[in-house]
């Protein structure tokens, strides 16, 4: 049965003496004296004099045989309300305090309540409230990264998670191992200012802003090293200021004191060497920059076709070349892309005698593939082609470095999910 909502007084409420806070009392003036001394409702009082009753709340009520509304959800901040109304009812050791806070503050002696029409039918929506998470069907509490999103800058992790964006974002870290940073450990570092000076960082460590010191690729080795220790642990939760001290002394020992211009990552603005003002954008001098890409990046829309395909060995080989690093396993990944490709064609309808660069080709017009696009497919599958097969045959040969593989797959992804949907059409009968 729902309940029924509208606004009540909050004097016209009687707190719950049966509450699971604290077992049974006696009457009101014991339930108000457990909460303030057990309960934390000073503090609750002196933000709601000064904030107003929380909107997002409602309080639950049910009657009792007298027709009195009982609290079933919010004695806390119906306590509180009460004793900013009517001071009053506050024990006499705390009156004053109460007296103090209610000549300021806002007006509260109004809440929205749902009425029960009794306790038992509100009781299994309190489990759920203060039950815990619950597999999903309690509240889920905000992870460290999630709060810092939600408060703007407010939040002391706000740098790490913003660095942790951006990183990912660059192909600097994968979604999985990002999973294994600790974002508390992350923040520990970027607190002291000798490890923000060292890394080229020149953003407060509660801001969401990047901000950095010199030239991006810099940078990008710099939040490598960064990152690689805090998931390996070599940079630890427990770390005091020699620990960081010492971090930022073997930076700038590695890759030299960051030097040059402060410019935020991802746009053009400059600021005026460390002084904070902002200077007009100026025409940069061109350069070539070599990112650090250490990931194939995932493409959801692909992922979404070889789920829908069900293809067990296609989706664990698209898993595995998209979490495994490129600077530490290109031999794996060079024959690893190889694989999934011939797979993908064989399982398209390719036969073994004919190679899949040929394959792919004659049908790119037929998947609405402009020419020009067609040109840099046959490039990137004639790549994958080569240099797997010289990895699989050859005696000599081998990748060194397969950092390409993640351009290759971005240029081909369209040409996959073609394949991969022309496959699920196939199996559906609908070729």
């Known amino acids: ?60 009520v049910f009657p009792d045989t007298d027709g009195n509304l009982i609290v079933a959800e919010g004695n806390r901040r119906i306590c509180a309300a009460q004793l900013l109304t009517d001071p009053e009812k506050a024990p006499e050791p705390a009156r ?93 570092y970027l607190a002291n200012p000798a490890v923000r000076k060292a890394m080229g960082l020149a953003s407060a460590a509660t801001s969401d802003k990047i901000e950095i010191i010199g030239d991006t690729g810099r940078f990008a080795k710099v939040l490598t090293n960064f990152f690689d220790g805090v998931q390996s642990k070599k940079l630890h939760s427990r770390s005091v200021t020699a620990d960081w001290v010492g971090y930022a002394s073997d930076l700038e020992a590695a890759f030299g004191v960051p030097t040059g211009t402060v410019t935020q990552v991802g746009t053009t603005s400059a600021v005026a060497g460390g002084t904070g003002s902002r200077r007009p954008p100026k ?63 064989a399982l398209h309808g390719r036969t073994p005698t004919t190679d899949f660069v040929s394959y792919i080709n004659g049908k790119l017009g037929s998947w609405g593939i402009s020419k020009d696009h067609g040109k840099d497919s046959k490039l990137s599958l004639e790549y994958i082609s080569q240099h797997g097969n010289a990895q699989k045959h050859s005696a000599t040969f081998t990748a060194v470095d397969a950092r390409n593989l993640n351009n290759h797959f971005q240029v081909l992804d369209g040409v996959f999910i073609a394949l991969v949907n022309d496959c699920v059409a196939a199996k559906q009968g609908n070729p």
């Open 96 to 188: 004053a305090r109460f007296k103090a806070l209610a000549a300021k503050s806002q007006n509260v002696s109004q809440i929205n309540i749902a009425e029960f029409p009794d306790y038992d039918t509100a009781e299994p929506w309190l489990l759920i409230l203060h039950d815990g998470e619950q597999d999903g069907i309690g509240r889920r509490r905000w992870k460290p990264e999630q709060k810092a999103r939600a408060t703007n800058n407010k939040s002391t992790d706000a740098l790490a998670v913003a660095l942790l964006d951006y990183a990912e974002q660059q192909g600097i870290i994968s979604g999985d191992m990002r999973k294994d940073v600790q974002v508390s450990t992350a923040t520990r």
């Open 283 to 345: 025409p940069t001098r061109a350069k070539i920059v070599a990112p650090e890409v250490r990931f194939i990046a995932k493409s959801a829309p692909l992922i979404n076709a070889l789920n829908k395909l069900g293809s067990f060995k296609l989706s664990s080989l698209y898993n595995s070349l998209t979490s495994i690093r490129l600077d530490e396993h290109p031999a794996l990944l060079t024959t690893g892309a190889w694989v999934f490709v011939e797979t993908l064609t």
């Open 1 to 60: 049965m729902h309940p029924s909502f509208r606004p009540a007084a909050v004097l016209d409420l009687l707190l719950n003496r049966d509450n699971p806070r604290h077992g049974s009392k006696e009457n009101q003036e014991q339930v108000i004296e457990y909460l303030l001394a057990d309960e934390e409702v000073y503090n609750l009082a002196r933000h709601m004099s000064q904030n107003g009753i929380n909107p997002l709340e409602v309080v639950a």
